[in-house]
């Protein structure tokens, strides 16, 4: 038998014939002296690992999941209601949640109100400050009202000790004040590094579970909005918040992006002020605008999660004096509005190319879903006829290439949500076509002067 090719490494080698062992090549068994085919032989190398089962106690066995029982991990509320409807009604014991958000944003703030509102509720709160010293979290605590005896604070970056301090105050709610900046012995590198987050985020949530203690971890987020850190600490917590806000307003927004205990379409409001965080349960009134109507004002009804909105919309043309017209918008999309002006004129009959066009909502909101194309075309009909719309109508829907008004998603319930607030005129995809919802809407406007109203 003629022998194999012979290989380019250097290994253990056996015999097919008689089964003997080289470490080198020959064309010959050294052993049988027989030709044969020579293949690689594996050796052990006594790296080979087993587990051992098991037998876990009566309190751990698996049991059917219809006997289990849920009653004694009731929801608790935080103290603030908003944060409460994101979290789906409260918060679980025993839960790992990870707030998010951009630096100065007011997750400090936030939290401290969840703290002492939770304090003053009758549970002892530990809140474990890794940033700031003590003395700086009092004196934001006296500034925003959030001093209470059950609030006890800490300031370390260590997380042996701060897991001490859960062991002396035995409390009932585990804030820390931030994850990237806490370390523990038991991984190298410094705080923030990717083996000392997964470390800290992990350890604490065994302590979570196992202690039946809510934890609250800040998190902080890289330059382009990401949770920074490992992806793994999203996947370990069971809840991951967002806290959003433009620095040009004092609204804020806490949105779910992750909850295994409830929905991921609810969104918190809320408002900075000089004393501190205020929580916004009816926003209506922070995006409309004051007095009569004036020409190229719309209202829209904006779903932000499972909560509806009325949004201004507020629009201005004038006649252009450069050969290429301005598009200036702020708080709505810029390619939708270039499109709503080009079916406006095409569709519509309202010319606006040689217009300067400027679109914005009003109290800094961001209004980008397609639900705005009908409100931003009402509007901005509205400024180059000067017609000022009623303040009961509000206008709702999406305007496709061909002219065509297409209904929006849960549309009843932003037709409720119009209706509880007074909005008794809902223009939306029952109108057909944009010159169809036109009409409608100069069916019910007013002129501003004297004249006949033109036809759309």
Known sequence: ???????????????????????????????????????????????????????????????????????????????????????????????????????????????????????????????????????QVRLRAERTGALHDELYLASETDLATILGHVDEVRPDLLIVDSVQTVA???????????????????????????????????????????????????????????????????????????????????????????AGIAEVPDPSALFLGHGSPEPGTCVAIALEGRRAMPVEVQALTITATSPNPRRIVNGVDAARVAMVLAVLEKRGGIKTSDKDVYVSTVGGVRFTEPAADLAIAVAVAGAVTNESTPKTLAAVGELSLAGEVRPVTQAAQRRSEAARLGYTDVIDGRSGTLRGALNDVRARVRPVRGGDIPEF
């Open 184 to 274: 523990s012995s038991l991984s190298e590198g410094m705080a923030g590094h990717p083996s000392q987050v997964r470390e800290v985020a992990s350890t604490l949530i065994r302590v979570a579970k196992e202690r039946g203690l809510p934890v609250i971890i800040v998190g902080h987020v890289t330059k382009d909005g990401s949770i920074a850190g490992p992806r793994i600490l999203e996947h370990l917590v069971d809840v991951v918040c967002h806290f959003e806000g433009d620095r040009q307003t004092s609204l804020r927004f806490v949105r779910a992006l992750k909850n295994r205990f409830g929905p991921t379409d609810e969104v918190g409001c809320f408002d900075m002020t000089g």
């Open 1 to 135: 038998m003629a022998a194999s090719r012979r290989p380019t490494q250097t290994a253990p080698y056996r015999c097919t014939e008689c089964g003997w062992t080289t470490i080198k090549w020959v064309g010959r068994c050294g052993e049988c002296q027989q030709w044969g085919t020579v293949v690689e032989a594996s050796e052990s190398t006594g790296l080979v690992r087993s587990v051992t089962p098991v037998s876990p106690g009566a309190a751990r066995a698996a049991r059917p999941i219809t006997s289990i029982d849920t009653t004694d991990a009731p929801r608790r509320t935080s103290g603030v209601g908003e944060f409460d409807r994101v979290l789906g009604g409260g918060v679980v014991p025993g839960a790992a949640i990870l707030l998010s958000g951009e630096p100065g944003v007011g997750k400090s703030t936030l939290l401290l109100e969840v703290a002492a509102q939770s304090a003053k509720a009758g549970r002892r709160v530990l809140y474990a400050s890794a940033e700031e010293s003590t003395a």
